[in-house]
């Protein structure tokens, strides 16, 4: 298990093993499918991101309404509608993304390029994911509601390593336990 806080995680990476577990603390971000859409947009018109894209770890979640906690359920959506953003976020300095499922080769081409990880949360545990997170606050596209882009603070945000950044992923590794 690796503690370690989103201002060390670069240090932290080269440690990450396909598999291994994490508890992450500090700001990261959220965008699903349709904030990722306007942040290609951006930058293909050359304009600024809303937030700091180098070092940044991007987490594939709508957070829902939380009433007296920062969100309500809070749990990853499927990391693969993101593939064909997500090499040339890392390419510009996205350090980790958080979500459920495999990549693609395309992606986890660009995690080892960009010496970067590929976090997994547990899908189906929103409301436990939620208890982690301490801080919300709405930051861009708040015309799409949910899926418009925060910053969370986290505090010991249990995940797993999908894919390190020497390529190892925990789906083929997993997989190929159970080969005859």
Not at 24 to 38: C, P, V
Not at 64 to 93: E, H, N, Q, W, Y
Not at 157 to 167: A, K
């Amino acid at each position: 298990m690796i503690e370690v806080y989103v201002s060390e995680l670069q240090s932290a990476i080269p440690e990450m093993r396909a598999g291994g577990h994490v508890l992450l603390s500090g700001e990261i971000y959220t965008a699903r499918d349709a904030a990722h859409n306007k942040l290609k947009h951006l930058l293909d018109t050359g304009e600024t991101l809303p937030f700091e894209i180098r070092g940044a770890v991007i987490y594939y979640a709508g957070p829902t309404p939380g009433g007296k906690r920062p969100v309500g359920a809070c749990g990853p959506t499927t990391s693969g509608r993101m593939d064909a953003f997500t090499p040339l976020l890392l390419d510009i300095g996205l350090l980790a993304t958080i979500g459920k499922g495999e990549r693609s080769a395309a992606v986890c081409d660009a995690i080892v390029r960009n010496k970067a990880v590929y976090l997994c949360a547990v899908g189906g545990a929103g409301a436990l994911i939620a208890k982690h997170v301490v801080k919300s606050e709405e930051i861009a596209f708040p015309e799409l509601g949910c899926e418009s882009i925060k910053r969370l603070t986290v505090e010991s945000m249990p995940l797993t390593v999908g894919i390190d950044c020497r390529g190892d992923d925990l789906f083929k590794l997993g997989r190929k336990r159970y080969e005859l």
